[in-house]
């Protein structure tokens, strides 16, 4: 299985143009950089996870997001 293909593949054409309406963007722009992006984010999740107590990390970081955008 391939996590940046799994990530990816959640965004769809909707997702994509809402991200790019907040933005300020259109939807091809905006898809050229998240596509570039999933991978340098994961990199970095994976990261901040693989200490000793790095499952507690990103849950902390993912609770304290502001999920109302």
Not at 39 to 64: E, I, Y
């Amino acid at each position: 299985m391939n996590l940046v293909e799994l990530v990816q593949g959640q965004l769809s054409a909707d997702v994509i143009g809402k991200l790019a309406g907040m933005l300020g963007t259109n939807s091809d722009t905006t898809r050229t950089a998240v596509t570039a992006a999933v991978p340098t984010l994961l990199g970095a999740f994976g990261s901040v996870a693989s200490p000793r107590d790095g499952a507690s990390r990103p849950a902390s970081t993912l609770d304290s997001l502001d999920t109302s955008v």
